[in-house]
């Protein structure tokens, strides 16, 4: 069983830039792919990145590369996605999320894919 919690969400101005952490408690020897995700109420939960922990691969989704960022630090406890040039599209809910399939294509920011959720943090981009 694993626990995820995430924090760092909050209110930005567009351009701005803001950085959400994911605590992981649990034994997470068998989840080694760590990713984030985002959800705007009335549409599907996206994929933003992931963060492959066995050999540091990351996979952005083409709307944020360049912008976000995944990365994992505490050997493997605790995730990260930095963001930077906020954009009020970018206003969600973002969750995290453990798996332990792969990280190499959008394929992989499939939610059945994984097996256990952060509660979620807010983030909104306004002016």
């Known amino acids: 069983q694993l626990q995820?919690?995430?924090?760092?969400?909050?209110?930005?101005?567009?351009?701005?830039?803001l950085v959400l952490s994911c605590a992981?408690?649990?034994?997470?020897?068998?989840y080694w792919i760590l990713a984030w995700f985002r959800q705007v109420p009335g549409k599907e939960r996206e994929g933003v990145?992931?963060?492959?922990?066995s050999d540091g691969s990351t996979y952005n989704v083409?709307?944020?590369?360049?912008?976000?960022t995944s990365s994992i630090d505490?050997?493997?406890y605790t995730s990260y996605l930095?963001?930077?040039n906020l954009k009020p599209e970018d206003t969600a809910v973002y969750s995290c999320a453990?798996?332990?399939?792969?990280?190499?294509?959008?394929?992989d920011l499939n939610p059945a894919l994984f097996d256990y959720w952060g509660?979620?943090?807010p983030v909104t981009v306004s002016s």
């Not at 995820?4 to 101005?13: A, D, K, R, Y």
């Not at 453990?98 to 394929?107: I, P, T």
């Open 4 to 17: 995820l919690v995430e924090s760092g969400g909050g209110l930005v101005q567009p351009g701005g830039s």
């Open 24 to 30: 992981v408690s649990g034994d997470i020897s068998d």
């Open 49 to 53: 990145s992931c963060r492959d922990g």
């Open 62 to 68: 083409d709307s944020v590369k360049g912008r976000f």
């Open 74 to 76: 505490n050997g493997g």
């Open 82 to 84: 930095s963001m930077s």
């Open 98 to 107: 453990a798996g332990s399939a792969s990280c190499v294509s959008e394929d």
């Open 119 to 121: 509660q979620g943090t």
